[in-house]
């Protein structure tokens, strides 16, 4: 934008004279010529007229140019969103803001920023980012009428590429997104400091993952639509672990639970409990092997002692139960039949 010299105010520029000169006859400015000191408030005056004359003239272009470029159904909003939902905000203070990489990806150099749009009519959700073919595309944050709020990339109207939302209960997820759902790698955030972080597909917990949950348990391993499938490993806030299969978010298949107390156990589980063939150890020395049922001893069996006694035989719900044998230390032995545990000549392992 330029200014005619005759319309300055305050006439701190006079008698200008404009002549051509050869390149070595350039005269060299002298600065006593004119007083900037004298005239420092009119310079600084004129200044901001010029900017604010230039501010308007840009923000007339980008509304025009918004109402051009945005979708039929987006309506301009006057500015931005300044408050956050209680639960929203306290999330995004424990997170701090969102990073954008600090090159924009060449894929969105074409696409145009405008001012806050209602993106569909009636529905209160308002848009701040980039556009293209009337299309969210590029970088954009959008507030959701129900006090959610997404930062991050979009590619043709859906959230695309790396993203954050911070739901209105206060949950949050950051990583990656394709068409609108949490796809590849991403950290889940609970409100009540449980975690996830891992591979996801189609907005499930999908793949290898690690889950952190705020009573201090813990598990990694693999997921399947959102559940624990495959192998794995689990910490109990009690201390007791176990390192072994999965299935349908339960301990189901082979594996072994090591216990806070030194018990261990290795062998088949099913939903959370020792059920088939397995082998448990006592810090004491005693011993187990044989087959469980529903966390109990069930079946056949062997029980050994510290002293080198042993009873083989049958099982019920924990106890000798049927026909078994039982072997003292030295080896002699005898067959008997036991019922609830209490037959003659039964020696408890408890």
């Not at 319309?7 to 006079?14: A, E, S, T, V």
């Not at 701040?128 to 507030?143: A, D, N, P, S, T």
């Not at 996801?200 to 917990?205: A, G, H, P, T």
């Not at 261990?264 to 087959?291: A, V």
Request: proline share 3%.
């Amino acid at each position: 934008m330029g200014i005619c010299c005759s319309q300055q105010p305050g006439g701190f520029i006079q008698n200008v004279e404009f002549r051509q000169f050869e390149p070595e006859q350039v005269p060299t400015l002298v600065p006593q010529q004119i007083n900037f000191e004298e005239h420092e408030e009119e310079i600084i005056t004129i200044q901001k007229s010029i900017r604010k004359k230039k501010a308007k003239k840009v923000a007339a272009q980008m509304k025009e140019e918004a109402e051009r470029e945005k979708p039929g159904d987006a309506w301009i909003q006057s500015k931005e969103p300044k408050t956050l939902e209680q639960n929203v905000q306290i999330t995004y203070n424990k997170l701090g803001k969102f990073k954008f990489e600090k090159q924009l990806p060449q894929e969105f150099n074409e696409c145009r920023f405008f001012m806050p749009h209602e993106h569909k009519k009636n529905t209160g959700n308002i848009y701040v980012g980039q556009w293209l073919q009337r299309l969210r595309h590029g970088r954009g944050k959008q507030y959701f009428a129900d006090g959610s709020i997404y930062e991050g990339y979009w590619k043709f109207d859906q959230a695309n590429g790396r993203g954050r939302i911070i739901h209105s209960n206060g949950n949050a997820y950051d990583g990656e997104w394709k068409n609108n759902s949490a796809n590849g790698y991403g950290i889940f955030y609970e409100f009540d400091g449980s975690q996830y972080q891992g591979e996801w597909l189609l907005d499930q917990k999908h793949g290898q993952g690690k889950e952190i949950l705020n009573d201090g348990s813990q598990f990694e391993g693999f997921f399947k639509e959102g559940k624990k499938q495959g192998k794995g490993i689990a910490k109990f806030p009690n201390g007791d672990i176990y390192n072994g299969q999965f299935e349908n978010d339960q301990i189901t298949g082979f594996g072994e639970l090591i216990f806070a107390d030194g018990r261990r156990y290795k062998g088949h589980f099913k939903d959370g409990k020792m059920h088939g063939k397995g082998h448990f150890i006592w810090p004491d020395g005693r011993e187990y092997e044989g087959q469980y049922y529903n966390d109990l001893k069930h079946g056949e069996g062997e029980f050994k002692w510290a002293d080198g006694s042993k009873y083989i035989g049958q099982f019920r719900e924990g106890k000798q139960h049927g026909k078994g044998v039982f072997m003292d230390k030295n080896g002699q032995q005898c067959g008997s039949q036991w019922s609830e545990g209490k037959e003659k000549r039964q020696k408890s392992e408890q």
